[in-house]
């Protein structure tokens, strides 16, 4: 099927679901959602952006430059996770818990504002990998339609560079508690000083970029390019010391998103 068929297809079935919320956290395959809803249902399409510590900061303003350009009206829903004592001691199903609380949430505004559907950008691929949040999202009755329509991430990559929508080629971008092992209580202030290794790290040039918090305050650095970040190891420890972080490693390993998965069955201890 060519990308225009597939396209088709998609805006077809977003057409019929008449109002729509997308979920929408900046991200590609939410940036996708987003603008095939917009195409498709104009005014009677919104993107409800959830804002909270655990969402990295360039992320959020990324959302809101591209609601702007897709055109589409972008809602703020501010959420506490961080409050939350199973998402706090950040056991291995964390994201089940943290996403039934967004998607009540969502629920909340989208029945106020009279939508009757709320659609995610969870794609074919994400099935492949440890994802207690799709249990979650698929009880709460949100609609997966690249799910459904058996589209991976790569295929949102194709169809992001054929509508010609910035960003198509950015890297995966995970929610910080993503940064911490299982087990490892996830708080404010390690949230923060996550965040802020990661943007210093990316101002220095690097596009893949995972700071890993473990205990003892020690950083394992995942990126695109150990060599580069070995010549720079002086600049990135002194940055990550100012934040906090007593040790800084660098992961030998190539980059992976969902890493800390392998941590599921373990406990962390400080």
Known sequence: MSATERIAELSSAIKARGRLV??????????????????ALGDNAVALTIDSAV?????????????????IRQHILSVEE???????????????????????AAWLWADSQGFTAIADGLNHTDLSDYRPGLKAATEDRIWHPFIEFKIGKEDIRALSRELGLSGWDRPSMACLASRFPHGYEVTPTRVSRVDGAEEFIRELGFVKVRVRHFPHNLALVEV?????????????????????????????????SGSMNKTADTEATD
């Open 82 to 104: 961080l409050e939350l004592e199973h998402f706090k001691t950040n056991a291995a199903d964390r994201c089940y818990d943290c996403r039934k609380s967004r998607d009540a």
């Open 224 to 256: 695109d390019d150990t060599a580069r970040a070995v010549e720079m190891r002086h600049q990135i420890t002194a940055k990550l010391r100012e934040l906090g972080f007593s040790f800084v490693s660098l992961n030998l390993e190539a980059f992976a």
């Open 55 to 71: 969402v990295p900061r360039s992320e959020f303003t990324a959302s809101q430059r591209l609601a702007a350009e897709i055109g």
């Open 22 to 39: 997308v979920l929408f956290s900046g991200g590609l395959d939410s940036a996708l959602l987003a603008k095939l809803a917009h195409d």
